[in-house]
């Protein structure tokens, strides 16, 4: 039996649409994703060149191997994503206060810029979807992190020796500030500080709507913000 054109038209249009749907997951969504972000091998040359032990109070700068970004949960419709969704970025820029003397010290001012024009994911429609699209990067190219409330060091602190910190500020994401507490893990080598953590980001709370492709292609409502700084003293 023959189906009248109209009904004809309306299944082939129906497979175009699921067929354009599962085409962009497969371009959107990918099987593996970056690990998250964790301090480096303390033995990793890569690391900020090793210098004499000396005073850590000063300012230290963010350095070039530092990277920050996001990691969300998309879905196809109903079914469970195959992966997150990762976008990094190594243009990060700041620093950070160590005050105090004789073995007791402080992070008394962290000040870093993230420059969110520039977070690439495996995918470039991904990246470009972004700009105006959930973080809207055309619109809010930075983000930033400020705290003026110091955080204590261990006393008798040793270089190398692995620390568990919890940071307070400011956080600007999307063009709106929240004050949040950010877990991280810090050490201190002859030379170099590393700093990595991450945060759970409520996307409401920024002004943010999740991306959507009709209901079909979605992105959760809470993401991940990450990041590892490598930081030099410079004063």
Same mark, same amino acid.
């Given at each position: 039996m023959r189906l009248p054109a109209a009904k004809a038209m309306g299944g082939t249009l129906a497979a175009v649409l699921v067929t354009g749907v599962v085409g962009s997951y497969l371009i959107f969504f990918t099987p593996?994703?970056?690990?998250?972000?964790?301090?480096? @091998?303390?033995?990793d040359q890569t690391l900020a060149a090793r210098i004499e032990e000396s005073d850590p109070a000063g300012r230290w700068a963010v350095q070039e191997g530092s990277e920050a970004g996001y990691r969300v949960r998309e879905k196809l419709a109903r079914l469970p994503a195959a992966s997150d969704a990762v976008g990094r970025t190594g243009k990060v820029t700041g620093d950070i206060l160590l005050s105090g003397t004789g073995g007791n010290y402080a992070v008394s001012e962290i000040n870093v810029e993230v420059d969110m024009t520039s977070l690439t994911s495996d995918s470039?429609?991904? @990246?470009?979807? /972004?700009?105006d699209r959930?973080?809207?990067? @055309?619109?809010?190219?930075?983000a930033t992190f400020r705290s003026r409330e110091p955080v204590d060091l261990p006393a008798g602190l040793r270089s190398g020796?692995? /620390?568990? /910190?919890v940071l307070h500020g400011a956080?600007?994401?999307?063009?709106v500030t929240r004050h949040v507490s950010i877990p991280v893990e810090a050490r201190l080598m002859s030379g170099s500080v590393e700093v990595a953590g991450s945060l759970i980001?409520?996307?409401?709370d920024f002004g943010i709507t999740p991306p959507n492709v009709a209901n079909i292609v979605s992105v959760e409502p809470t993401g991940i913000m990450e990041f590892r700084l490598v930081l030099e003293k410079v004063v």
């Open positions: 593996q994703a970056p690990a998250p972000v964790t301090l480096t @091998d303390p033995e470039p429609r991904r @990246d470009n979807a /972004l700009r959930g973080l809207e990067t @055309d619109r809010f190219p930075t020796e692995r /620390l568990s /910190l956080l600007t994401i999307h063009g980001i409520p996307m409401a």
